[in-house]
């Protein structure tokens, strides 16, 4: 699940840039953006875990 919501943040952090590059002003300050790209990190790397967790927990059983 938290992969999801990483890729949909990483997706409009994407979709900014991509305003911005072809002129368009984007919806999106400095300060959000990059609070953007902060929680689609955190919501990835939490999904890493979970799942190095669930992996560990299988091998134990």
Known sequence: MYL???AA???V???N???GSLGI???LGV???MLTLLAAAVFF???ILRREAA???SQDN
Do not use: D
């Open 4 to 6: 999801w919501v990483s």
């Open 9 to 11: 943040l990483f997706a």
């Open 13 to 15: 952090f994407i979709l």
């Open 17 to 19: 840039v991509l305003l």
């Open 25 to 27: 002003k984007p919806n």
């Open 31 to 33: 300060v959000p953006e």
């Open 45 to 47: 790397v939490l999904e």
């Open 55 to 57: 992996e560990k927990n």
